[in-house]
């Protein structure tokens, strides 16, 4: 038993180190929220900004945006019971 306890780490250990980084693939960027040109949002509360990652918002086509509310805005909880309650 301890034997194939071994293998398999050393195979998954070896894994790791063979399967190429996600952060190196071709095409992808990573960015930090100061890197990001953020805009006020008229129809969200006052303070609340918007940062367009990639794509049109007025196109039906994929995109990806940050939201970054207000420091004083609260959330409210959804009609989604929680069952530990």
């Given at each position: 038993?301890?034997?194939v306890a071994v293998t398999a780490?050393?195979?998954g250990g070896l894994g790791v180190f063979l399967i190429p980084p996600a952060h190196a693939a071709e095409g992808h960027t990573f960015v930090t929220p100061?890197?990001?040109k953020w805009t006020d949002v008229p129809a969200l509360p006052p303070g609340a900004?918007?940062?367009v990652i990639e794509g049109p918002l007025n196109e039906a086509v994929p995109?990806?945006?940050r939201v970054k509310p207000p420091r004083t805005s609260t959330f409210r909880r959804t009609g989604i019971?929680?069952?530990s309650t």
């Amino acid at each position: 038993m301890k034997r194939v306890a071994v293998t398999a780490t050393l195979l998954g250990g070896l894994g790791v180190f063979l399967i190429p980084p996600a952060h190196a693939a071709e095409g992808h960027t990573f960015v930090t929220p100061s890197d990001l040109k953020w805009t006020d949002v008229p129809a969200l509360p006052p303070g609340a900004q918007i940062a367009v990652i990639e794509g049109p918002l007025n196109e039906a086509v994929p995109f990806t945006f940050r939201v970054k509310p207000p420091r004083t805005s609260t959330f409210r909880r959804t009609g989604i019971q929680d069952s530990s309650t």
